[in-house]
């Protein structure tokens, strides 16, 4: 007759359950992991459009500052210009 050793059965079947619990925790590590690099993925591509955004929006407010300095320049060359033709005709106008 075979005599079965209950201890060593009832040890390997112990082992089997925590293997079985291990495997099952591993998986639910492994899933969450990948949910946590999904959102870091999310996250990042989020980050990178709005950092892009703000380098378009970047350009575009030195573009415009150097825009209105070249109108500012413009325009102050003008004044210039009809400061300088109103200071002749009032000295033409003083002269007899």
Same mark, same amino acid.
């Given at each position: 007759m075979n005599k079965i050793n209950f201890k060593s059965a009832f040890t390997d $079947? %112990? #082992?089997l359950q925590g293997n079985t619990v291990l495997e099952? &925790?591993?998986k639910q590590l492994k %899933? &969450? #992991? $990948?949910e946590q690099k999904l959102l870091l993925l999310v996250y990042k591509t989020s980050t990178e459009a709005k950092l892009e955004e703000a380098r378009v929006r970047e350009e575009n407010l030195i573009r415009s500052n150097e825009d209105f300095k070249r109108e500012m320049k413009q325009q102050a060359e003008e004044t210039n210009k009809l400061m300088n033709q109103m200071m002749e005709m009032f +000295? %033409? +106008?003083a002269q007899p």
């Amino acid at each position: 007759m075979n005599k079965i050793n209950f201890k060593s059965a009832f040890t390997d $079947l %112990k #082992l089997l359950q925590g293997n079985t619990v291990l495997e099952r &925790e591993n998986k639910q590590l492994k %899933k &969450e #992991l $990948l949910e946590q690099k999904l959102l870091l993925l999310v996250y990042k591509t989020s980050t990178e459009a709005k950092l892009e955004e703000a380098r378009v929006r970047e350009e575009n407010l030195i573009r415009s500052n150097e825009d209105f300095k070249r109108e500012m320049k413009q325009q102050a060359e003008e004044t210039n210009k009809l400061m300088n033709q109103m200071m002749e005709m009032f +000295q %033409k +106008q003083a002269q007899p």
